[in-house]
């Protein structure tokens, strides 16, 4: 009868230990996910001068397009709350879409070495921004599905983990934000 | 939730293969129970030990040192970011969307299009791509097939196929030595009063024979399996059924086939290099390329994120 009880407590005890520590995980990867987030848009936020003064050298007379983005930019790397960090990069990728949009204009801007290499990179960061996004939401879906379901939903203001908010694009046509259903 | 978005293909993928495996385990079991039963227990007791024994030296060697080993065994050659920049930038996309640490990049000289993965664990990862896949194939399409090849890291596809090789290998060396045990009149003397029963006798003789030919088929069920999965897998990362569908119709429409130094790497590239020789669908080890060009369509057809 002894060994019957201690068993059980112990099976207790693991299995508050698992969802607990489930709990933890989540939460952890979620951060590690916006960290990836905010890595990204920095490398973004860091192709944007060499970008703009290679387009300049082409094309003088666009300077409303370049003000624009200079200025996303500047909003952008100041944005600190998640809100303001995907409003500030929804308006940023716009920017870009619209400095891209006058370097077709220039065929001999495009032909230039420098700026292909450099539209490589943006590119490229663009897919790495949207796929950090989508990862963050992913996770932040999990996290919210586990803080609100049974059993680990016991846990959560033990662990203090509590449901968190997603990373939402402003410009609809980047929006990646999953449905969540319980 | 539709039947065909990528979270229930990769459930019920995942479903069949536990459902694989545990029928390779039945099979092993029963194998173990012919032997019970026509050698008694003293043959029994110390044969399926050294079968399994040496199923697992051979594939366990070749499991922990698979990143080294496959490379040899098909000419890959490591590369670095300097030698390829759009390839380890488009590998690094995939690598954000999955979560995965990054893993070594190979290139194989050939004219075929093709690419795998290998490796024991995601920190020991490694993928591989031909020289002609990367000429034929646009940013998406590639995009796709590193998905592809990233969700084999992702689902552990090596381990899980070191298991069904291991199992498959015990199976075979058991039944090898129970039958010509049996020709030579073994230890069925020794073992006739304990197990008199000639039904039971014939049953474990039936066993023996048809053991090896259904775990090679449970074997490239559960690599098809596999297959579907990192599809199903692929599109969870990059939302973007059409890229790796692109891909595999390039792959389909192309005949060239990988000059391969081994067939035993075979099941590892993302189209099978042996898909000529098969002898039916029920022995190959990928599902046909067609059927998977149609369900990732389907996927498309779902819309953007396929919720």
């Known amino acids: 009868m002894e060994l019957i009880i201690i068993g059980a407590v112990v099976l207790l005890i693991v299995f508050v230990v698992a969802q607990y520590n489930r709990l933890i995980r989540l939460n952890i990867t979620v951060d590690e996910a916006f960290a990836q987030i905010e890595v990204q848009l920095k490398r973004r936020a860091d192709l944007i001068p060499n970008l703009v003064e290679t387009v300049k050298g082409y094309a003088k007379h666009e300077q409303s397009t370049f003000d624009a983005v200079v200025a996303a930019r500047a909003k952008a790397t100041s944005a600190s709350s998640i809100t303001d960090v995907a409003a500030a990069d929804g308006a940023l990728t716009n920017a870009l879409r619209g400095l891209l949009a006058v370097a077709e204009a220039y065929p001999d801007l495009k032909a230039s070495s420098n700026f292909l290499s450099l539209q490589e990179e943006l590119s490229t960061t663009e897919n790495k921004v949207s796929f950090a996004r989508q990862f963050y939401n992913d996770n932040v879906r999990s996290l919210n599905t586990a803080v609100k379901t049974v059993p680990t939903n016991f846990f959560a203001g033990f662990a203090k983990v509590t449901s968190r908010e997603f990373y939402e694009v402003e410009n609809a046509a980047d929006r990646n934000v999953p449905n969540v259903k319980f | ?307």
């Open chain 2, 1 to 307: 939730m539709a039947e065909n978005n990528f979270r229930a293909l990769q459930t019920a993928n995942k479903g069949k293969t536990y459902f694989l495996l545990a029928a390779m385990g039945l099979l092993t079991w029963l194998v173990a129970y012919a032997a019970l039963t026509y050698f008694g227990v003293g043959t029994a007791s110390t044969i399926v030990p050294v079968a399994v024994g040496f199923a697992l030296i051979g594939v366990w060697g070749s499991y922990y040192g698979s990143d080294k080993l496959v490379l040899t065994m098909t000419g890959a050659k490591l590369i670095t970011r300097e030698d390829a920049p759009e390839l380890f930038n488009v590998i690094e996309e995939v690598v954000i969307a999955s979560g995965l640490p990054m893993p070594k990049v190979a290139i194989v000289e050939d004219t075929a299009p093709n690419a795998f993965a290998t490796g024991r664990n995601p920190e020991h990862a490694l993928i591989a791509f031909t020289t002609r896949i990367l000429e034929v194939m646009d940013r998406d399409e590639l995009q796709g097939v590193i998905a592809h090849e990233m969700s084999h890291v992702a689902n552990r596809d090596t381990l899980v196929s070191a298991v069904a090789a291991t199992t498959a290998g015990a199976i075979a060396i058991l039944s090898d030595f129970l039958t010509r045990m049996m020709w030579f009149g073994g230890g069925r003397d020794r073992n006739r009063d304990s197990n008199g029963n000639p039904l039971a006798l014939i049953f474990s003789l039936v066993i023996l024979i048809l053991a090896p030919i259904a775990a090679i088929l449970l074997k490239s069920a559960i690599s098809r399996k596999r297959e579907a999965l990192a599809d199903a897998t692929a599109v969870s990362f990059t939302r973007n059924p059409a890229g790796l569908r692109k891909a595999l119709e390039v792959l389909a429409a192309d005949t060239t086939v990988v000059r391969q130094k081994s067939n035993a790497v075979a099941h590892i590239w993302i189209e099978s290099p042996l898909d000529g020789q098969a002898v039916s669908k029920l022995f190959s080890t990928h599902p046909p390329i067609q059927e998977r060009i149609a369900t990732l369509k389907a996927m498309e057809s779902l819309g953007p994120a396929g919720e």
